[in-house]
């Protein structure tokens, strides 16, 4: 297998990760756990698949995705922001609901085919060796998360939303006496969360592999949420890790022709996952770390405004 | 002088108390005059910060007027875009730790992009404006020392350039030459035409630095002394604070304590060479050594946020001991299990009442939390539960329609008095006495209850008990203790003999002034 | 009539709610749960009053059907009771999954590997190996909750756990376990006769629903009851404590993870029990199949019971005819996951009721 071949997979890989990491970091920066990853991303494939079957357009397809993953995010914002309820189960109940979504949204679409969206190649990009059929010879989504990433930094970090996002997760009492609306950031940073996890949905079952069985995600939206933590929720980092668990995706196959049975192999992506929250667990319990990085302060604490 | 800002007749109560109304407001009205500085007094609980809220969320009932016209202010944004700036008390909900001093004004980013050049430069220039100069707008928050958090605070509020301003309990953490800055600040405010409240319950530095004083007690407004009155204060303030005091707690004689003279007994509780890191890794109790006999009350005295609250965590260990050692009748306890520290007889009435008391479960299992391991075994012996935890309930009257009301329904003093009750009553093995540290006990508590936590904290002293009181209320300690420690930015810089010390001298100890003829020969400090 | 706005109050009540409330509520939760799903249901073009009414006539008047009801209780009920206990500590182990399973492969491993012995003591040996391995799978989670720097890496951890148990599964009945006789089907060959749980004749329902029952009223009686206020046990009065403030109750000496450890073991026992029953009474051999979203299910069984064992014990009735009518889902033509529809939406408004429990909501028309 040409190593080329193999970097593109890592890319593909990889990208199934990156969207919706990136997603959860914008929520978990306002101080929404949203747990419920799992369960939007599934639900947003199996929705965007069946659209683009049914009308036959990648485009409405992805929209239907991202609407899904919103819609879902949205109930999960209204239960932990408006009804300050336990964040936790509410995220739980809504990967429990997504994954029946799925079922249900999925059910007349298994063994269907579509085509899936195409490469396109940037022109001058693709032709450098090596890097150019890596990286610059795959679809648009491929290309939008490498957008995202320097976008939500900027956003995070250049401008005043960013500033009272990251308030808001650290302090919302604070950001509330100087006059920001802390619900209305929530709601926004929830939602965009609910609706890049659904672009990363829709990624899954119209690009990556372009079919729909239940199950598909196996579990990795659940990775999203480790990986948040491992990317130390910064957007730069979280590109970083989702090349790693995308290198992991892929030596994940690679390891099925040596003699290893298929099933412990199988396991490899969230042992791995396990192991990286032990070593963040025991470097973020360090006092002198946690000052400057770490979750931020009022993270999974609902706000109340007496 | 014109009136600016008029609160008229504001009512305001809390709920959640079996069914019980706290007026944290009763019709209180208040004015402010353009261009004065209005000092705001009451004892905690009094109802000064709930009357300050009203001018950021709506109260129960009444009328806010800005310049003679009728407002309506429902939250923080409200007040600010009616030229109203606060700066709140509570830090902790007013900053942002991780972030720069920059990063926490967030009404200067302005716009869609936000510049950290650009606002750190606003803020160097605000800074200057406002006196705060030696702040750097780039550092992170949690290196700030508690002085320099309020005057980052205050920045806060000065500037988006308000026409009022209110300052809540400004001057807690600050030393006394702070104190002077903030007042010279205050007077080139209100020279500028600023009107200013200041909330306190330092009756001099109200006495000094206002032209007019309103004084609430138990959500009423008892009094206002206009101009004239103030001035008469300012002349003679030794009668003056007497008189405030009197208006604020409501009786001439403050307290009928007595504490007896009893000999010495032995020393219960040794600490030495103790270090203690806050939540952001720096040290904020720099190698302290105290020792604490029975019959004793050890008052540790000290403006809030200078290590007492480490300090007494690491006795418990709710807190790690960084270094040093603490050893109680002999035995070294530093960083021990929580539960073996408090077998062997310490006790502790904490600050943090969300720590001491599970709120929706009932009295009696609040009070069990003490003594239900008592009986070995996996079972709990309720019969001994029961009697002992209804003995409690009488002993410490605490007033509760049953044993089984959840601990939410009680009035904040009755919620105290589970506490007190449950930490007090303990009994340690044959032959040794309790330790008993409590944190505060008395804040934010009503007059007939505080007066009862004092007088239970003189039985057990009676009763041979080791007491260690922390305190940020002057008057408090020196009631009470028979030996006064000052903590100042972590330190003990002095240990003193209560009978001869004054409240003059122990305040400017508690201010960092060490030096000066004013303080007398300390007991040893071990 | 001037009506400028409508004016609205939310306040924290200061009463418990009482039983005859909270019971109402539940319900209340439960019917809005149905509805919206069969509001989904009507959007896919699914009747969902015909499903709701073939699933309840099948599941409790059918003697097919209520048998099946009552073998789906077994493992349920023994999933959710576990459950409580860490959901009472606020630890949320979504991990049954796994923990059942684990209970699942233990019970065979220790059927065909003691084959010899008698059945007297091969059964229960098959649980006590079942509950240690669940046990043993359920620590993790424990100790992410406790030293964990970042919330809810105890849901990650414990979810995560699931599928390396259901690899291990898929390894283990297409390889060392598999049926030689069975024409290469993933499973293990039928247990032995005396590793197998004794069933009710001519149904699925077998003895170890005894054994379910029997640890649901033990645990109610000795960790949750409560008389003149007081549990029964240290252990209970520390659970609630720990899962109500953990701070107090770190204060008051409890060790948080002492609890957490003792709340997941049983939590994770217990789960595994389900699954020895399960793969002993029920399957008679291991496949992959028997894992069949009981983990999620239990989850809001739990929760709808109040995280009561004997409230338990209805919501896990509820449940179990729901998912005995699985069946019937599957004749209108739907997948069997789109049961974690009603799971999940039943969780949510049962999450809501919980709003409504403990806040009170005042209007009034301003002017």
Redesign the interface.
């Known amino acids: 297998m040409s190593i080329e071949l193999v970097g593109s997979s890592i890319v593909t890989a990889a990208t199934f990760f990156l969207i919706p990491t990136l997603g959860e970091i914008l929520a978990e920066r306002s101080g929404i756990l949203n747990l419920g990853v799992e369960g939007m991303i599934i639900s947003s494939a199996a929705g965007a698949f069946g659209v683009a079957f049914m009308t036959g357009s990648i485009v409405l397809g992805t929209l239907a995705g991202m609407a899904i993953g919103g819609l879902l995010a949205f109930i999960h914002g209204v239960i932990s922001i408006t009804f300050t309820r336990n964040q936790v189960v509410s995220g739980i109940s809504l990967t429990i609901l997504g994954t029946g979504l799925s079922g249900l949204l999925g059910r007349d679409f298994v063994g269907s085919i579509i085509k899936a969206l195409e490469p396109v190649p940037i022109p001058g990009l693709s032709a450098i060796p090596f890097l150019g059929p890596v990286f610059f010879t795959k679809d648009i989504l491929v290309y939008t998360s490498y957008v995202l990433v320097p976008v939500l930094w900027f956003i995070l970090f250049r401008t005043r939303l960013g500033i009272l996002i990251r308030t808001v997760g650290e302090n919302p009492t604070a950001a509330y006496s100087q006059g920001v609306n802390v619900t209305l950031i929530r709601y926004l940073c929830v939602v965009s969360g609910g609706v890049l996890c659904g672009l990363g949905g829709a990624y899954l079952t119209l690009a990556w592999m372009p079919a729909w069985t239940e199950g598909m995600t196996g579990g990795r939206g659940w990775i999203v949420i480790a990986l948040t933590v491992v990317a130390l929720w910064h957007p730069v980092t979280a590109f970083v890790g989702s090349y790693i668990f995308g290198i992991f995706q892929v030596i994940q196959f690679s390891f099925q022709l040596s003699g290893i049975p298929v099933a412990f192999i199988n396991m490899l992506p969230y042992l791995s996952t396990i192991t990286f929250m032990v070593v963040w667990g025991i470097l973020l319990s360090r006092q002198k770390v946690r000052r400057i990085i770490g979750a931020p302060s009022a993270l999974c604490v609902p706000f109340e405004k007496e | 002088m014109e009136t600016i800002l008029e609160l008229r007749n504001m009512c305001k109560s809390y ?5 019980v109304e706290i007026r944290a407001n009763d019709n209180v009205t208040f004015t402010l005059k353009k261009g004065e500085i209005h000092a705001l007094l009451g004892e905690n609980g009094a109802g000064k910060s709930t009357l300050v809220m009203s001018l ?2 709506e109260p129960d009932s009444g009328t806010v007027l800005l310049d003679g016209k009728e407002v309506e202010l429902r ?3 409200d007040a ?2 009616n030229g109203i700036g ?1 700066a ?1 008390q509570d830090l902790s ?7 720069t001093i920059a ?2 004004i ?2 200067l ?7 950290l050049r650009s606002v750190e430069g606003a803020v160097k220039k605000a800074m200057v404006e406002y006196g705060f100069g030696d702040l750097d707008p780039s550092m ?1 928050v ?1 290196k700030l020392s508690g002085g320099q958090k309020q005057r980052v605070e205050m920045l ?1 509020a000065l500037i988006t350039n308000p026409n009022i301003l209110i300052l809540d309990e400004p001057t807690s953490m600050l030393t006394p030459p702070e104190v002077e800055k903030l007042f010279s600040l205050l007077q080139s405010l209100k020279d500028k035409g600023k009107s200013i409240v200041i909330i306190t319950h330092h009756l001099e530095e109200a006495i000094n630095i206002s032209d007019r004083i309103t004084v609430l007690r138990g959500g009423r407004a008892v009094a206002t002394l206009d101009e004239a009155h103030v001035s008469e204060l300012k002349k003679e303030p030794e009668k003056g604070i007497r008189e405030l005091a009197r208006l604020m707690v409501g009786k001439e004689v403050l307290y009928e304590l007595e504490r007896r003279d009893q000999s010495e007994g032995p020393v219960v509780l040794t600490v030495q060479n103790l270090c203690v ?1 806050n ?3 720096v040290q904020v109790v720099n190698s302290v050594n105290f020792e604490v006999r029975s019959g004793w009350i050890l008052g540790i005295a000290g403006i809030a946020g200078n290590g007492q609250r480490e300090l007494v965590e690491s006795l ?1 260990h ?1 807190r790690d001991v960084t270094s040093g050692s603490i050893s109680f009748h002999g035995t070294d306890i530093t960083n021990r ?4 520290i ?2 062997r007889g310490v006790s ?1 009435i ?1 600050e943090n009442r ?9 009295v ?2 609040n009070l ?3 003594y ?2 008592d009986t070995p075994g ?3 012996d ?1 019969e001994s ?2 009697q002992k935890t209804d003995n409690l309930i009488k002993q410490f009257s605490i007033d509760t329609p049953s ?2 009301t ?1 601990v ?2 009680l009035s904040g003093g009755n919620r105290q008095k589970v506490v007190v009750a449950r930490e007090m009553a303990r009994q340690p093995s044959k032959g040794k006495q309790l330790l008993l540290i409590a944190e505060n006990p008395t804040s934010g508590l009503d007059v007939a209850t505080t007066q009862f936590v004092r007088q239970e904290l003189l039985k057990m002293r009676a009763a041979g008990a080791a007491v260690i009181l922390v305190s940020s209320d002057l008057t408090e300690i020196m009631a009470l203790s028979d030996v006064i420690a000052v903590i100042y930015k972590g330190e003990m810089i002095a240990v003193v003999d209560s009978s001869s010390a004054t409240r003059e001298s122990v305040g400017l100890l508690m201010g960092g002034v060490v030096s000066g003829p004013s303080v007398p020969e300390g007991r040893g400090t071990g | 009539m001037n009506i400028r706005a409508v004016e609205i109050n939310i306040r924290k009540k200061s009463e418990k709610p009482t039983f005859e409330a909270s019971l109402v509520i539940r319900v209340l939760s439960l019917i809005m749960g149905l509805v919206f799903v069969a509001a989904l249901f009507l959007l896919q073009g699914v009747n969902p009053l015909i499903l709701y009414i073939n699933i309840f006539r099948y599941a409790f008047f059918t003697l097919n059907g209520l048998a099946e009801t009552l073998s789906r209780v077994i493992p349920l009920l023994a999933i959710a009771v576990g459950l409580s206990i860490p959901f009472r500590a606020r630890i949320d182990n979504i991990g049954a999954e796994g923990q059942f399973l684990m209970g699942a492969i233990a019970a065979t491993g220790v059927a065909f590997g003691l084959a010899d012995l008698p059945s007297i003591l091969l059964i229960p040996l098959m649980f006590v190996a079942g509950f240690a391995l669940g046990a043993l799978w359920a620590v993790p989670v424990a100790i992410f909750r406790v030293k964990g720097q970042y919330k809810g890496s105890d849901v990650v951890v414990s979810f995560l756990m699931v599928f390396p148990a259901y690899s291990l599964i898929q390894y283990l009945v297409n390889g060392p376990w598999r049926d030689p006789g069975g024409w290469g089907f993933p499973q293990t060959p039928l247990f032995p006769e005396n590793a197998q749980i004794m069933q009710v004749p001519g149904t699925q329902i077998h003895l170890s629903i005894l054994l379910v029952f029997a640890l649901t009223f033990l645990i109610h009686h000795y960790l949750v009851r409560t008389r003149d206020g007081i549990p029964e046990t240290k252990l209970g009065y520390e659970i609630n404590a720990v899962g109500q403030n953990p701070a107090a109750a770190e204060s008051a000496g409890v060790s948080f993870l002492r609890i957490a450890l003792t709340a997941m073991v049983i939590s994770g026992g217990m789960a595994a029990i389900g699954g020895v029953g399960e793969v002993a009474g029920n399957l008679l051999r291991l496949r992959p199949e028997i894992s069949t979203n009981l983990g999620f299910t239990g989850i809001v069984v739990a929760w709808l019971g109040g995280l009561n064992p004997l409230g338990i014990i209805v919501s896990a009735l509820f449940f179990s005819g729901l998912l005995a009518g699985g069946v019937e889902i599957q004749m209108a033509g739907l997948p069997v996951t789109v049961i974690n529809l009603f799971n999940g939406s039943i969780l949510l408004f049962v999450l809501l009721a919980d709003f409504f429990m403990k806040y009170r909501i005042e209007w009034r028309v301003l002017r």
């Open positions: 709920y959640g108390d079996g069914g950021c969320r939250s923080p944004r600010t875009e606060i709140y909900r007013s900053l942002v730790e991780r972030h990063e926490n967030l009404s980013s302005k716009g869609f992009l936000f510049s992170r949690w806060k890191n939540d952001m890794g418990v709710w299990p929580i539960k073996e408090r077998d502790l904490p969300q720590r001491a008391l599970i709120l929706d479960m009932s009696r299992e069990m939390m003490s239900y391991s996996l079972f709990i309720r539960m029961i044993p089984l959840p939410r329904s």
